[in-house]
């Protein structure tokens, strides 16, 4: 029957994100408001060519977003602009990843924008040097349920500074 496997590899995916709850430490890979809107819409997704950054509104002030208005955010142990965050952390936190130049938003400048590779050969946003993260328990659009998670995990504003409030 067909949905054996299906049902077999929704399991295994749902045990995995699990596994990566809010507690999960981040180690690195051996092979190397709610109604936030974004300021400037666009419509490039994470992963795709010339991923897309604006800024939103938010309870924490004006944050940055991905081109679909994800909540971005940065993971304190990455250092000097390296990702450290691999394997079931990358499941929970899914990397903005870019094969193209980014496309910055209203009252972001496109220099402030870098990129940095990644072990698993993605190519992953940066912003003033920090690793851009989505975080997989943000159902919608505006949501910053990955706030202060694990005292690790901060929303970036204008300025690239991390939102410790």
Partial sequence: ?????????????????????PGASAAPSSAAPSSAAPSSPAASPSGSEGAAVNLADSDLG????????????????????ESTCYDDCATKWPPLTSSGDVAAGEGLDAEDFGTVARTDGSTQVTFYG???????DDAAAGDTNGQGVGDKW??????GELVRS
């Fill in 1 to 21: 029957m067909r949905s054996t496997p299906l049902l077999a590899l929704t399991i295994v995916v749902a045990t995995a994100l699990a596994a990566c709850g």
């Fill in 62 to 81: 004006m944050i940055l977003v991905d081109g679909q208005g994800r909540t971005l955010y940065a993971f304190t142990p990455d250092a000097n602009g």
């Fill in 130 to 136: 920090k690793p851009l993260y989505t975080f997989a």
């Fill in 154 to 159: 901060f929303v970036v504003d204008a300025e």
